[in-house]
């Protein structure tokens, strides 16, 4: 069965100080991956997806980056935080077919302060 | 710009009633649509889905309506039970396998 490992669980880290959060999966090959984030009010917001390695697109302009050094490794950075890039950040897998679920990881809850 | 919307930040219903939560979506594109429950500081898991061929999706005591010309899906959950509190989550997804998420209506169900 496929298994989607998400860490740290939480983080906290002070302005300005570099951000590596890492997400792998389990199970299956040449999955879609995603990196979302969830702030108050708004739901969860897509940040980068991946449909291979060293594929990735973003989707909003912002403080962090994403690489996909392999198949099924999953990594979000930043060099310098700030204090609006707090949140709890999420990373997903997806088949690549049609019509499929996404499924997440445990989640990151990253406080900059 | 939310391309899908749940207007309905909370809701709270009794035990053993109907629990109907909202979703709207504005791009016609879409043709996949999802629920996930979440629970504090943990990720979503998925519920149920319902493809843009069909009107509705059942699984026990969820069931998903889809009306494509108002561009509005519901789930419906039906006995409503205290594990059932939960924040729900719509989302929809097109031929892109994106998956955009509303909001979230927060669930109480009330012993």
């Known amino acids: 069965s496929q298994t989607i490992h998400q860490w740290p669980a939480t983080l906290v880290q002070p302005v300005g100080s570099p951000l590596s959060l890492e997400c792998t999966v389990e199970?299956?090959?040449?999955?879609?991956l995603y990196w979302y984030r969830q702030a108050a009010g708004r739901g969860l917001q897509l940040l980068f997806y991946s449909v291979g390695i060293g594929q990735i697109s973003s989707e909003v302009p912002q403080n962090l980056s994403a690489s996909r050094p392999q198949d099924r490794q999953f990594i979000l950075s930043s060099k310098k935080l700030l204090l609006s890039d707090s949140g709890f950040y999420l990373c997903?897998?997806?088949?690549?077919?049609?019509?499929?679920?996404?499924?997440f990881g445990q989640g990151t809850r990253l406080t900059v302060v | 710009d939310q391309q899908v919307k749940q207007n309905s930040p909370s809701l709270s219903v009794q035990e053993g009633r109907i629990s109907i939560l909202n979703c709207d979506y504005t791009?016609?594109?879409?043709?996949?649509f999802l629920w996930y429950k979440k629970y504090p500081a943990e990720g979503p898991t998925f519920l149920i889905s319902i493809s843009s061929i069909k009107d509705k999706n059942e699984d026990g005591r969820f069931t998903v309506f889809l009306n494509k010309s108002a561009k509005h899906l519901s789930l419906h959950i039906v006995p409503s039970q205290p594990g059932d509190s939960a924040v729900y989550f719509c989302a929809a997804s097109g031929n892109f396998n994106k998956f955009y998420f509303g909001s979230g209506t927060k669930l109480n169900v009330k012993p």
């Open positions: 997903a897998w997806s088949g690549d077919d049609m019509n499929t679920e996404a499924f």
């Open positions: 791009n016609s594109m879409f043709d996949y």
């Open positions: 199970g299956t090959s040449n999955p879609n």
